[in-house]
């Protein structure tokens, strides 16, 4: 059989459609050579694989079953992915893994269809370039490659929900680390458990290839687990863009440092971000969700309740509300409870939406409910026309959510078992800024408008707690 490395040699083969000078290609040869369990020469190979996975891993012996590849912007991710996948299309043997008429498929998984796209626009010029492997190819499209015997490339946005039910041969994961997913908060993970026993049946090869993002998910926990160490069928390494790709220009990085060190670090040196961490840790949020109550409470005439919203236009963000009330309001072991959550998403009528919710806040005996300074004057007057004054928050959304990290430090909050929300809290990113003081937001892509009504809905029912009878008279 063709090695992957003598295929991406040969001119009439994978190396048809690489460039001319294959040095810039050498230290991803080394990498592949190791994954594919093929043998390192020189002293300078040895160097080059102890250097990306460090001095205590020595090279496989045999092809392994997940490759990790941690590395820089601009680095030949992509096409790594692609000739990848073309390779184990195209050059190995799975006549014995696949039943009578069953179509075995490599899958190829990004972030975005975009991506997706580009990946694809890679594999396709594999097949196109060589004389040889053009004549594999049966029919293509945007999506996917079908190839004679029954395989298939297929490359697309990752979903979970949509990967079950094939018969893998292969899956690369590409830019694992910026997935993003409206109904779970870790979609690698997800992804990751949904591939796996269809890999197991054929002996597939897992591929994760990303750029770092901050020290969570799938991606990270393989480079703790398995970096710098032995184990005989996970390799993982990490590599600096121009280590990978010599033919960067160095200039755009050494420019990158100077305006954000942090943000270069990983973005160029394949380094995990230092300066971005979760808000809140999974203990935090698994204590405050009631699992057994609905996601709406009914109101009750002995609660004082509050209410925060997050306005939107309707064109880009939901429009969400938050009603809340203090239980032991008067004593030291105050707690909040989330009564009411609701979120519109675009596209909607704001005023229409506005006024949904004012009335939703009267029933729950709200007469003035609070938000941010968001789009001038117009939230204030569709509110103020439906019956509930509107106040701007003295508080911006970092503030807010930096005061409410003490309530689920101490377990003083109460939130349904709704996962949209517990998605968006799991996902808040703190950012240390180079002034030192924090800030929090959303993660690229993301979106945290029903947190953000949360922890709005909370501080005002904090502000707003009466004073205990202990502190007026002294007690």
Request: charged share 25%.
């Amino acid at each position: 059989m063709t090695t992957i490395d003598e295929a991406l040699s040969d001119r009439l083969l994978l190396g048809a459609a690489l460039d001319r000078d294959l040095s810039s290609w050498a230290t991803w040869r080394v990498v592949l050579r190791a994954a594919f369990g093929l043998p390192l020469h020189t002293d300078e190979e040895f160097d080059t694989l102890e250097a990306l996975a460090g001095p205590r891993r020595s090279p496989p012996t045999a092809r392994v079953s997940e490759l990790w590849a941690i590395a820089g912007r601009r680095s030949g991710k992509s096409r790594v992915a692609a000739l990848i996948a073309s390779y184990i299309a195209a050059f190995e043997d799975h006549s014995g893994k696949l039943a009578p008429g069953e179509v075995g498929y490599v899958l190829i998984l990004s972030p975005t269809r975009d991506q997706s796209k580009v990946i694809a626009s890679y594999v396709q010029a594999f097949f196109a370039s060589s004389p040889v492997l053009r004549q594999l190819v049966m029919e293509a499209n945007s999506e996917e490659i079908r190839l004679q015997g029954n395989i298939v490339i297929a490359i697309h946005p990752n979903s979970f929900r949509t990967v079950r039910g094939r018969t893998l041969i292969a899956c690369i994961f590409d830019e694992s680390a910026f997935w993003r997913d409206e109904s779970s908060a870790l979609p690698d993970l997800e992804t990751y458990r949904a591939v796996t026993p269809a890999l197991a049946t054929t002996g597939g090869l897992l591929v994760g290839i990303s750029s770092p993002y901050r020290k969570v998910g799938l991606l990270h926990a393989r480079h703790r687990d398995f970096y710098n160490t032995d184990a005989p069928d996970v390799l993982v390494i990490q590599g600096a863009t121009a280590t990978l790709n010599p033919l960067i220009d160095r200039r755009i990085i050494d420019r990158a440092k100077k305006d954000d060190a942090e943000a270069a670090s990983a973005e160029w040196d394949g380094n995990f971000r230092t300066d971005i961490s979760a808000l809140l840790d999974d203990y935090m949020i698994d204590d405050a969700i009631d699992l057994v109550r609905p996601v709406d409470l009914p109101r009750s005439r002995h609660h004082r309740y509050f209410a925060f919203t997050d306005a939107s236009a309707g064109k880009h963000d939901s429009f969400t509300l938050a009603i809340g009330h203090l239980e032991n309001e008067y004593e030291e072991n105050e707690h909040f409870v989330l009564d009411v959550l609701r979120a519109t998403r675009p596209p909607f009528d704001p005023a229409i939406v506005a006024g949904e919710y004012a009335a939703l806040a009267r029933f729950y005996g709200v007469s003035h409910l609070t938000g941010d300074a968001y789009a001038g004057n117009w939230v204030s007057e569709a509110f103020n026309k439906a019956g509930v004054r509107y106040h701007t928050s003295r508080l911006n959304k970092s503030q807010l959510y930096l005061e409410a990290v003490q309530h689920f430090a101490r377990r003083a909050i109460t939130i349904p078992n709704y996962a949209p929300l517990i998605r968006e809290l799991r996902l808040l990113e703190r950012r240390v800024s180079r002034s030192g003081r924090d800030s929090v937001d959303h993660p690229q892509n993301g979106s945290d408008d029903m947190a953000n009504a949360l922890v709005g809905c909370l501080y005002q029912s904090t502000l707003n707690r009466p004073v205990p009878a202990r502190m007026l008279y002294g007690r």
